[in-house]
Each structure stands twice: as structure tokens, then as C-alpha cells.
């Protein structure tokens, strides 16, 4: 066995970087890397996540999700707690992204920086650098939020909605008597 470390940076509008190193087993399960990065940034790990395999250009590739939503179909998702860093790490310099909060899109970058012989007894948070935001400072992301209701009632006039207001006159009910 062996220890791994990851230095997670967490994707932010802030001008100075935040991050954590944090190591753990390479058998530990992707739930256990989620944990230590929930905890060390003082989250409350109460939403979805999910970790993407990544690459150089940090593109999204394999989900390895929190929850089982396959559905039933067999072997469909890769799940956290039945997924063990082992299984994934293939690269030395590995990178990953975490998701969490899908409507909030917390965005964490992951990348593999060192393997030590010695193999932690639980995930260790090594180091943490910068001034972590709190969990509800962020605002839902701008693509999922919901339009201002600001040209509603110019949208009704456009489309006749006005006529309707009053409610149906008995002609309306019945145009033939």
C-alpha cells in the first residue's frame, strides 16, 4: 500500500488562491477524498458531488458520482464508496474536478502531486492555504437561475393575455346561441 497526495484547489472569483494538500491511502474510496475535501474547506457535505476524471486541459471525463442514479442499469456510474483511488489513479500527475452543489456549482480542482511509501491510517489534511468562503456565500449559478420577472406583463400584452383577465364572458362559453 501507499499514500497519495492531492492538492485541491478550490475554482473561485477571490484574487488569492485557495487550496489544501491533503493525503490518504490509494486504497481509500473516492467517499474518503470526498470527505477530507468537504471537511477541510468547512463544508456541510450535505449536497450532491461528483468527481470527473480529468486531464491536462482539465476537460470532464469519467463521473464518478456520490449517489447511485443509474436507474437499475448495471454497472452504468461509477460510485464514490465503491470506487478506490487505486482504481482511477494511473498517472503520477492525475488531475480530477469535484462538483459540488449543482446549483450552486461549487467547482474544486484536484491534481495527484506525490506518492509516499508510508500508507496514512485516514485521510490528512497536510496543509491549507488562503481564506476558505463559507459554504452559503455563493450565489446559484447565473445559468440556473431563474429569469427577473421584469417583462412579464409586457410578455402578456404580446400574446393577448390581457383579453383574459376578466375571465370568460358567456359569448366566449358559448359562441352559437
Avoid at 468527481?51 to 471525463?61: A, C, H, I, L
Avoid at 462538483?99 to 502531486?113: A, H, N, P, Q
Wanted: aromatic share 10%; proline share 4%; glycine share 4%.
Amino acid at each position: 500500500m501507499a499514500g497519495i497526495k492531492f492538492r485541491v484547489l478550490l475554482d473561485t472569483s477571490q484574487k488569492e488562491e485557495v487550496f489544501c494538500d491533503i493525503l490518504l491511502s490509494i486504497d481509500d474510496d473516492f467517499e474518503a477524498l470526498f470527505n477530507a475535501i468537504i471537511e477541510a474547506y468547512q463544508f456541510k457535505g450535505n449536497q450532491m458531488a461528483s468527481f470527473y476524471v480529468s486531464n491536462e486541459t482539465w476537460d470532464k471525463g469519467e463521473e464518478i458520482s456520490l449517489m447511485d442514479v443509474s436507474f437499475g442499469e448495471p454497472e452504468s456510474q461509477k460510485i464514490m464508496s465503491s470506487t478506490t483511488i487505486r482504481d482511477i489513479i494511473e498517472d503520477p500527475n492525475q488531475k480530477l474536478i469535484l462538483v459540488y452543489d449543482f446549483l450552486k456549482m461549487w467547482i474544486f480542482l484536484i491534481e495527484c502531486i506525490g506518492i509516499q511509501e508510508e500508507t496514512p491510517e485516514k485521510p490528512t489534511l497536510l496543509l491549507s492555504i488562503g481564506k476558505k468562503p463559507k459554504e452559503d456565500s455563493k450565489e446559484l449559478d447565473e445559468d440556473l437561475q431563474m429569469p427577473a420577472d421584469e417583462n412579464s406583463e409586457e410578455e402578456e400584452d404580446e400574446y393577448g393575455f390581457q383579453d383574459f383577465e376578466d375571465g370568460f364572458s358567456e359569448e366566449d362559453l358559448n359562441p352559437y346561441t
